[in-house]
């Protein structure tokens, strides 16, 4: 074994040695050689404005601002189809009643002119391809793509989907809290054993269409008619791996995982309370990811500002989570994978140009 990949089996941090802050200091500048990519955010819950519950236009600011001084280059700023119906807990979130005729629709149209706000308000970059991304990097502008949590919005309608293409979603994750016609999720008695028919014909217009398939939140069948279903890879874009001391519906087993690996796909590590208990926790979940699908599936996906206690709750901490996955001995190449490069992959391969 030469000099070179000795230092990479020990971590390219592992030059600086052990101080922490010192990693910390390098990330910096490792945040300015690869692009750091979220999975799925709500910065501010900016798609509640609106509401009596939204926290006014300081809160999006402030993670944006976030974001920025993090070191962020992009994401996936997420409207959430179901918001409607849901309230949150000490345990949670709860399902509270089903939407009447046509209120998905409408609700979903009111969020997406919300996300148009926010990003000429906050004077972010609105992105539909890496391309795009790329030339608002080059310009250090922080960049967002848009996508919708749940496909409720759709209301069984296929032409709704080409409705949110034009208005520049990218990606559609297809079930959420609410039981929706397109298939079962992790924390509702199974409805189609899978997906629906509907469910699969959207994924496969999808892959027309050039959006990317979300498997978030969907039950293992789901998970599994879905891949056979596309052609493309797809996203699991926030969640952890079960454990006995951890376990929780919305975690995923190895073989759930290894289901969106096997696409070419991605799982955007979770920093949720389910899962973690410390940032450290949130470190080691990232690395049994890893170990459970290769280094080429794991990427970020935060769920910032709609998750539950979570331990990655400010991009300040992005640095840090960078910093700490070179500290258990991953290459600069292979956290540059997680920190974005395994995500714009997908992204590249998906999107249309």
Known sequence: MNRRHALQRLGFFSLLGPSLAAQTRESAGFLHRHPAFDLHCHPGMFLQRGAAEYAGDQAPAKTISEMREGGLAAGFFSVVADARLLSRDAKGIAVNRAFAAGEAWADCERQLTTFDDLVKREKIGFATSVRQMEAFRKRGQLA?????????????????????YQRGVRSLQLVHYAQNTLGDLQTQPPAYNGLSGFGRDVVRRMNRLGMVV??????????KATVDSTSAPILLSHSHLQSESSPHPRLITVEHAR?????????GAWPSGFANRTFADFVDQTMRLVDAVGV?????????????????????????????????GLSEGDVAKIAGGNALRVLKQVLKA
């Not at 759709?154 to 949110?164: A, S, V, W």
């Not at 498997?215 to 998970?223: C, Q, S, T, Y």
């Not at 709609?306 to 700490?324: E, K």
């Open 214 to 223: 979300d498997a978030a939140h969907a039950a293992f069948a789901a998970v």
């Open 296 to 328: 080429d599936h794991v990427g970020l996906g935060t769920d910032m500002d709609g998750n539950f206690q979570p331990v990655f709750s400010s991009y300040r901490q992005l640095p840090d989570w960078i910093a700490a996955l070179g500290a258990k």
């Open 144 to 164: 967002a793509f848009l996508s919708c949590e749940g496909g409720d919005c759709l209301e069984g309608n296929l032409g709704r989907l080409e409705q949110i």
């Open 259 to 267: 289901l969106v690996a096997s696409t070419g796909g991605v799982i």
